[in-house]
């Protein structure tokens, strides 16, 4: 398969919004669930940006949206130059075309009822290749390429016959047969056998290598986004609080709530398997109703009385390509940092 290789933004979000309004006996207003809260990030070509976050932080609103299975509440999404914000019939079957979809559960992904040469035929036949032997070449060339072979022993077989880690890399094989310039990955591992998480996170880096593939990551398992990606965003309650390149966060982290991510995530160290870890209290806002100021900072022991429950903290340069959301880095105040 050819590649063509290109450099500059792929994919531009910006102030991105998505509200899902709230019914109350079917027609009365009851408000919006701020899923999704002024949202900005680029992507390169080639390259591959990761979204950490607890559950409930916006991470799948984020994604179904870049998807365009959901409509924007405001703010603009722009592929190669051309907002998608508004795009119907062709032209939004063009955009999807041209993105790859990883789902997290490989057996609930895939069609029970269909042989893998159906369930890759399928997105081929509704995109218009529908020459039987163009299909057949392109389903031998994808399943190569996530390295199911032979290809005669799988094509026939249905995903309940196959392995975990074979039935997604069905799932990728799908999601690559297209050809796309973006693949969209949700927690791609999240359901597989630790001995098979490697194996798969290595298949994406290497796709990502020789298809100069961008790859936007989801997930909440810090311990997979060093394999592939370039930069990394942290979200909180439907909203960006930091945004760096991968290892300028993952080792020197500045928002309190990244720190507390981090020391949540499991330590393969066996001596510190009994430590205990620091967690912010209480529990995640309401997305209905969230806190004025910055969201974090009921949950925050940095919290500045008066400054971080009235204003939204702007987004502060630390250093080349890292800003943090949050007053403790403000240039001119002297606060306590974590």
């Known amino acids: 398969m050819s590649v063509e ?18 019914k109350r006996l079917g027609f009365a207003h009851a ?9 900005s990030f680029n992507l390169d070509y080639g390259k591959a940006i990761a979204c950490v976050g ?41 955009y999807r075309s041209q993105i790859g979809y990883i789902q997290q559960d490989p057996f609930g992904a895939l069609p029970s009822f269909m042989t893998v040469r159906q369930i890759l035929s399928e997105p081929l036949a509704i995109n218009g290749i529908k020459d039987e032997d163009e299909q057949m070449r392109r389903i031998e060339a994808a399943l190569t ?21 074979q039935q997604q890399r069905i799932v990728i094989a799908r999601a690559m047969i297209l050809e796309p310039k973006l693949l969209v990955a949700d927690e791609p ?23 100069q593939l961008a790859i936007f990551y989801i997930t909440h398992d810090l311990s997979t986004v060093r394999y592939f990606s370039e930069h990394i965003f ?8 930091e945004i760096a390149k991968m290892d300028d966060l993952l080792d020197n982290p500045k ?3 990244t720190h507390a991510l981090l020391s949540a995530s499991p330590d393969p160290d066996h001596k510190n398997a009994l430590e ?46 890292h800003r943090v959301a949050c007053w403790l880095f403000d240039p001119d105040e002297n606060h306590e940092q974590p």
């Open 145 to 165: 390429e996530v390295r199911l072979t032979p290809v005669s022993d799988i094509i026939n077989k249905h995903p309940h016959m196959l392995s975990g880690g």
């Open 276 to 321: 205990m870890r620091e967690v912010p209290p209480g529990e995640p806002p309401s997305l209905v109703n969230p806190p004025s100021g910055c969201r974090f900072h009921p949950r925050c022991h940095f919290a500045i009385a008066g400054k971080c429950d009235h204003e939204q903290p702007p987004f502060y340069d630390i250093e080349s390509e």
């Open 54 to 94: 607890e559950s409930g932080c916006g991470k799948s609103s984020l994604m179904k949206t870049v998807l365009r299975l959901n409509k924007p509440t405001e703010g603009s999404i722009r592929f190669e130059g051309k907002t998608i914000n508004g795009l119907k019939g062709e032209a939004l079957r063009e």
């Open 5 to 22: 290789d290109k450099t500059g933004t792929l994919l531009e979000i910006d102030e991105l919004r998505v509200w899902y309004e709230l």
């Open 234 to 241: 942290v979200m909180y309650a439907g909203q960006i609080v």
């Open 189 to 211: 591992v999240s359901m597989l056998d630790a001995s098979v998480r490697v194996e798969v996170l290595n298949l994406l880096k290497q796709l990502q290598t020789d298809r």
């Open 31 to 39: 408000g919006y669930v701020r899923a999704v809260d002024g949202v």
């Open 255 to 257: 928002h309190p709530y």
